[in-house]
T-cell receptor, first 114, second 111 residues
Framework: EADIYQTPRYLVIGTGKKITLECSQT?????MYWYQQDPGMELHLIHYSYGVNSTEKGDLSSESTVSRIRTEHFPLTLESARPSHTSQYLC?????????????FGPGTRLLVL | QKEVEQDPGPLSVPEGAIVSLNCTYS??????FMWYRQYSRKGPELLMYTYSSGNKEDGRFTAQVDKSSKYISLFIRDSQPSDSATYLC???????????FGAGTILRVKS
């Protein structure tokens, strides 16, 4: 089982609040990702990082921001939560082994903004 | 039009059946193809990884890629109730490049 952790697992919060979703991995992976997943829909990449102090926006426009100050930690922040941010957020890290890249996913954070 | 199309299901089969899960895609530049399994309330986990066209087998699972038809498949033999999950296909254009996911097919294996 992958050593990638996300907290909180579930969050219900009111509109306008600032929230930070935590993601950490103990595998020493350089590459990390944040995806958004809605029921019956594709995973959409919203942010990724190739290492410390490297962050890039993904394919899906997002009002969230990320930081990568330490290799093992990749938090995602929403400055002012809105109902449209209600979704599941999945964090992943990846490693290259035996000619393939494997992305390891955390269990996800289910966010509900009222 | 979505880059990757996947029938959402649910697909219900009896225990022991052979299951076929499929994805079609539109971008011929995709070279690397993956299948992920996602149990309820968990993150996806990698099941199969293939490069270009051909077959790859791992236990009860076989991944098949037909680049000429832009079609990939995952076959599960002797399906078990523990195989009940959502199966996501994913693909990328280059090694280590960003993944494009299908929406997933829900599979239910009845005992």
């Amino acid at each position: 089982e992958a050593d990638i952790y996300q907290t909180p697992r579930y969050l219900v919060i009111g509109t306008g609040k600032k929230i930070t979703l935590e993601c950490s991995q103990t595998m020493g992976h350089d590459k990390m990702y944040w995806y958004q997943q809605d029921p019956g829909m594709e995973l959409h990449l919203i942010h990724y990082s190739y290492g410390v102090n490297s962050t890039e926006k993904g394919d899906l426009s997002s009002e969230s921001t990320v930081s990568r100050i330490r290799t093992e930690h990749f938090p995602l922040t929403l400055e002012s939560a809105r109902p449209s941010h209600t979704s599941q957020y999945l964090c992943a890290s990846s490693a290259f082994r035996a000619g393939q890249e494997t992305q390891y996913f955390g269990p996800g954070t289910r966010l509900l903004v009222l | 039009q979505k880059e990757v199309e996947q029938d959402p299901g649910p697909l219900s089969v009896p225990e022991g059946a052979i299951v076929s899960l499929n994805c079609t895609y539109s971008n011929s530049a995709f070279q690397y193809f993956m299948w992920y399994r996602q149990y309820s309330r968990k993150g996806p986990e990698l099941l199969m990884y293939t490069y270009s066209s051909g077959n790859k087998e791992d236990g009860r699972f076989t991944a098949q890629v037909d680049k000429s038809s832009k079609y990939i498949s995952l076959f599960i033999r002797d399906s078990q109730p523990s195989d009940s999950a959502t199966y996501l296909c994913a693909m990328s254009m280059e090694y280590g490049n960003k993944l494009v996911f299908g929406a997933g097919t829900i599979l239910r294996v009845k005992s």
